[in-house]
């Protein structure tokens, strides 16, 4: 009796005209947006060898380890495939990092910055018609589920031989939500097999388990507002009510909570802005300057250059050890107090953005944003990852390059040699592994899983003492 009911749900659903409008819908948004995501992965992939190429030719063309430390070099943070399908925070974040001896390192050159108007529409992934789409097509499907029925009679004629309610509510439930899955399903699997053609575009092994699990996520969170609908629609007496109660629901649960729970967490864990902190740096650095010039004042007071030239050659050597020395003394206090300051700032920030995720959680799209955005490794913890790993080889290169700067330095001659980059030490980036990213993302499954049973079960105790007269 309930593969009866299944499939009677299946066909009814699949030859109702919202079902054809569901599916043409999605499949043209789907396959759009693998199309414009795997184009835009690979115009990333071109301009980040290109990027790369030119920042080495900039670095050899420079014409002394001076000129080289205040210009400093650029790392690019390569792209990720999965970006293809949840496209992150990347693009607004930045994607270039400049490491020199001066300033602590950020990210600049995001694709909002160098073309504002992507700023004005953002970006068209699978994520985005998962979250605003697909969840308003699962509402369409189910609010009217129970109440419509009841409205038509159908629901008091199906009743009435003897079909009873928990196998009708089974039925109709996994019925309903094979027929929602179909528009997903069916484009996704095209999508995937267009990813594929591309020669350019190579998944690797743990690549697909993190889009099988981008995957999940997608089905959790469609299954949450299948889940919702049936339970409203179990609780109203009228179709126009239930359709009114869930789309409040849904406005509340998208775009209200998200967004009050960063304004909450701004107002409960404010922190100093970006020009404070910014401030903070250039002022200690301004003291630092101040310093090394009394220094090298004081310096050449008790170290008058000698007259005799014998003596040229040993007052050479200890000017360049005591420069050396003050170089990396200087560079160390400036290194130590960024670090400080940015480890005080970067505490903060994490507070807050911590309480605003969790604040935010609540919400089931927040928790398929927060989750996808992991495991595809386009998310806030990536960027933050990625960016860490510049500040940790900051130290490396400016000792580097202080030392290079000490050690050719030729006070004879105003003509200094050309850096040597064959000792240059590389920047080295690990990707977060997908046993990390599982576990991180384990608390918005949770969560999903937890609302799904929420709801369904409220709509199975509602349906089993629902008035069907």
């Known amino acids: 009796m309930l593969r009866d009911i299944i499939k009677k749900e299946i066909q009814d659903t699949i030859m109702s005209p919202k079902f054809v409008f569901t599916f043409l819908l999605c499949t043209i948004l789907i396959l759009l947006s693998v199309y414009t995501g795997v184009n835009n992965y690979l115009a990333e992939q071109k301009e980040y060898s290109a990027a790369v190429a030119l920042n080495r030719k900039n670095l050899e063309n420079q014409q002394s380890y001076q000129t080289l430390a205040g210009l400093g070099t650029k790392i690019n943070r390569k792209p990720e495939v999965l970006s293809t399908i949840v496209n992150g925070v990347q693009e607004a974040v930045g994607r270039v ?18 073309n504002p108007i992507f700023a004005v529409f953002g ?4 994520t985005f018609i998962v979250k605003i789409v697909l969840s308003l097509f699962a509402i369409l499907f189910t609010y009217d589920a129970i ?9 008091k004629l199906s009743l009435s031989n003897k079909v009873p309610k928990d196998r009708l509510i089974l039925g109709k439930a996994i019925g309903g939500f094979i027929s929602l899955l179909i528009p997903l399903i069916f484009p996704l699997v095209i999508g995937l097999l267009i990813l594929l053609m591309y020669p350019n575009v190579s998944l690797s092994g743990e690549d697909w388990g993190r889009l099988a699990l981008i995957c999940l996520m997608f089905f959790l969170y469609l299954s949450v507002f299948f889940a919702l609908g049936l339970f409203i629609s179990t609780r109203t007496q009228s179709s126009s009510t239930s359709f009114l109660v869930l789309l409040f629901i849904w406005v509340t649960f998208v775009t209200i ?10 107002q409960i864990n404010p922190i100093p802005s970006v020009h404070e902190i910014t401030a903070q740096k250039d002022a200690f650095l301004q003291e630092i300057q101040k310093e090394a010039i009394e220094e090298q004042t004081n310096y050449f007071k008790e170290h008058p250059r000698p007259q005799k030239p014998e003596e040229i050659a040993k007052w050479n050597e200890d000017v360049r050890k005591w420069a050396e020395d003050l170089q990396q003394s200087l560079t160390g206090k400036i290194d130590e107090k960024n670090a400080a300051i940015e ?3 970067q505490v903060k920030m994490r507070e807050q953005q911590n309480l605003a995720v969790n604040l935010s959680r609540i919400s089931p799209a927040s928790a398929l944003m927060f989750g996808t955005m992991t495991l595809a490794r386009t998310g806030i913890a990536s960027h933050e990852r990625f960016l860490n790993s510049v500040r940790s080889y900051k130290p490396l290169f400016t000792k580097w390059v202080n030392e290079k700067m000490i050690r050719t330095a030729d006070f004879d001659s105003a003509q200094q040699p050309k850096p040597d980059l064959s000792d240059m030490p590389q920047h080295t980036f690990e990707p977060e592994g997908l046993g990390d990213s599982f576990r991180r993302t384990l608390p918005d499954i949770i969560l999903m899983i937890f609302l799904i049973l929420l709801f369904f079960i409220g709509a199975y105790v509602s349906f089993l003492r629902y008035d069907v007269r």
Do not use: C, F, H, W
């Not at 020199?100 to 990210?107: E, G, K, Q, T, V």
């Not at 729970?261 to 701004?266: K, L, N, Q, S």
């Open 123 to 126: 970006s068209l992934d699978l």
């Open 257 to 266: 909570i998200p967004k009050a729970a960063v304004m909450g967490a701004r």
């Open 343 to 345: 480890r005080d700032y």
């Open 97 to 114: 990092a400049t490491v020199n001896i001066a300033y602590d390192p950020s990210m600049i050159d995001s694709k909002y910055s160098t």
């Open 147 to 155: 109440v419509g029925e009841k409205e038509k009679g159908t629901l």
